[in-house]
């Protein structure tokens, strides 16, 4: 059950402490507190509660901000409520009225609340949030005298489109190793069948499991062992394998119910036929390569993408597509496949369209964007693609084309930052969701954290700005001694302008 919940104070004044005391409103969890939307999604959160029975659950509100601080902080699920609990400032960002020393709600409840809350609700969001601002900046920077209907038409602005690869956290995968964690398993739901089975006359199967991890560590200990040994050592666990699913369906037919394994073992199993049979066909036609390969057992939807970057050909996570414009970056397409990303091109330029009512003035972009489709469709919509053009380069090129695609790839910089601050400083680097809805969540969430940083550096610098602060600006004064000689570089005073 849902209930519609109430308004979260319109500033910091009106929550209450126990000491009397009020909340500054300078505070940076109480300015995003003003940017985070609560009634405007929480119709789209609460059909995620169809019935009017059992207890009211945690308002959209409370469940975004938990997810906005855990990220924001890069704390654990147990961390983040302790930090709700001790934080009064936190719990006015999560919508409640006032201080409590009670645990708002259950850790556990975090992974319902990234279940519940979608990529795509967290997107909407996020895009909400940033067009608000932008426009707001816009009609603050306008100038005072209305331009003409001619010039509201032109293009403005510089769009910057990437792709970029979330890792999961899982093992670096190897065919060897995957095949003797999927003999386990198989191993160990053999025994739960065994023990279901009414009558157990029959001999329990023979697994070799002692002898199959002896042979896995043969080759696994060594340091560069060679190709045939591995494959040999493939075959064997194969084998294995193949024997022990055999005993599985004897067991079933023998009456043993499936219903004695758990969802996730169920899941398991499913998951384990499969990769027997992508490896057997690996191994029959001598390939390093299949469609929708399985690289992990927990989270079979992973699939390997290749990159080509340096140190890492190949990267196991989603593959996300993102726009980046006015210093804020947004998640447009987010697939656990690879996918070619030219093809999102004209979406991305549309959507910047949406946002800002006009067109960029140009768009900044890798190689692969360059089509032949791309640079017509751009040329018709009056925008200017980065790069070269097509076909064989000119014996001679001027200094102004040298200097703007130079220009070019240092504005395009800056979503390669982006993409740094969401490895380096948030969890794009490493994903420790396990399923694929929950993992698309704390994506979408890293995304909505960079942007709101990014409005509270504006804010910080405008605040600046009216109070008339600058940063300090050092300079070096040289100091002649009295023969006119100066000093050495030791001897130089550093003085504060």
């Given at each position: ?70 990220e924001k902080l890069l704390i654990s699920d147990r961390e983040t409520v302790e930090q709700i609990r001790e934080n009064p400032y936190l719990q006015y960002f999560i919508g409640q009225l006032s201080y409590s020393n009670e645990l708002p709600f259950d850790p556990s409840l975090l992974v319902h609340f990234r279940q519940r809350i979608s990529g795509n609700l967290i997107n909407k969001v996020n895009e909400g949030i940033a067009c608000e601002n932008t426009r707001t900046r816009r009609r603050q920077t306008r100038k005072k005298k209305d331009s003409d209907a001619k010039n509201e038409s032109q293009n403005r602005g510089k769009l910057l489109v990437d792709v970029t690869c979330a890792p999961a956290d899982i093992t670096y995968p190897t065919d060897l190793g995957l095949l ?318």
């Amino acid at each position: 059950m849902y209930r519609k919940a109430e308004l979260a104070p319109l500033t910091p004044l009106d929550f209450e402490l126990t000491n009397g005391s009020k909340l500054s409103p300078d505070n940076r969890w109480v300015k995003m507190a003003q940017l985070i939307p609560g009634s405007e999604f929480e119709s789209e959160y609460a059909e995620n509660f169809p019935t009017e029975m059992g207890a009211p659950a945690k308002s959209f509100r409370m469940a975004l901000g938990a997810l906005i601080i855990k990220e924001k902080l890069l704390i654990s699920d147990r961390e983040t409520v302790e930090q709700i609990r001790e934080n009064p400032y936190l719990q006015y960002f999560i919508g409640q009225l006032s201080y409590s020393n009670e645990l708002p709600f259950d850790p556990s409840l975090l992974v319902h609340f990234r279940q519940r809350i979608s990529g795509n609700l967290i997107n909407k969001v996020n895009e909400g949030i940033a067009c608000e601002n932008t426009r707001t900046r816009r009609r603050q920077t306008r100038k005072k005298k209305d331009s003409d209907a001619k010039n509201e038409s032109q293009n403005r602005g510089k769009l910057l489109v990437d792709v970029t690869c979330a890792p999961a956290d899982i093992t670096y995968p190897t065919d060897l190793g995957l095949l003797n964690l999927a003999r386990v398993h198989t191993e160990k739901i053999i025994d739960i069948l065994y023990k279901s089975l009414k009558n157990k006359a029959k001999k329990k199967p023979r697994t070799y499991r002692n002898l199959a991890r002896k042979d896995y560590l043969a080759v696994a200990k060594q340091r560069r062992p060679t190709q045939n040994k591995k494959r040999q050592a493939i075959k064997k666990q194969l084998q294995y394998i193949k024997r022990n699913l055999a005993h599985i369906g004897q067991l079933i037919e023998s009456g043993a119910t499936l219903k004695s394994l758990n969802k996730k073992q169920y899941k398991t199993l499913l998951v384990l036929t499969e990769v027997y049979r992508q490896q057997q066909w690996l191994f029959d036609n001598n390939k390093q390569s299949i469609e929708q390969r399985i690289v992990s057992l927990s989270q079979p939807h992973i699939r390997p993408i290749v990159r080509g970057k340096a140190g890492k050909k190949v990267e196991f996570g989603a593959k996300l597509s993102a726009s980046c414009f006015e210093g804020y970056v947004f998640l447009d397409r987010m697939s656990w496949d690879s996918f070619n990303e030219s093809g999102d091109l004209k979406a991305q330029v549309e959507a910047y369209h949406r946002f800002t009512g006009y067109y960029p003035e140009s768009v900044h972009a890798d190689r692969i964007y360059r089509t032949r489709e791309n640079r017509a469709w751009c040329k018709e919509k009056g925008i200017r693609i980065s790069g070269p053009p097509l076909g064989r380069p000119p014996a001679t090129v001027s200094k102004e084309k040298k200097k703007q695609a130079l220009s070019d790839e240092r504005i395009r910089n800056a979503i390669e930052g982006k993409f740094g601050q969401g490895k380096r400083r948030f969890s794009l680097n490493r994903v420790m969701a396990k399923l694929d809805n929950t993992s698309e969540t704390v994506i979408a969430i890293t995304f909505l954290v960079m942007n709101l940083s990014t409005w509270l550096r504006q804010v910080f610098c405008v605040f600046l700005c009216r109070s008339g602060k600058t940063t300090p600006v050092f300079r070096l004064k040289i100091i002649s001694n009295y023969s006119g000689r100066k000093l050495t570089p030791e001897k130089l005073i550093l003085n504060r302008a």
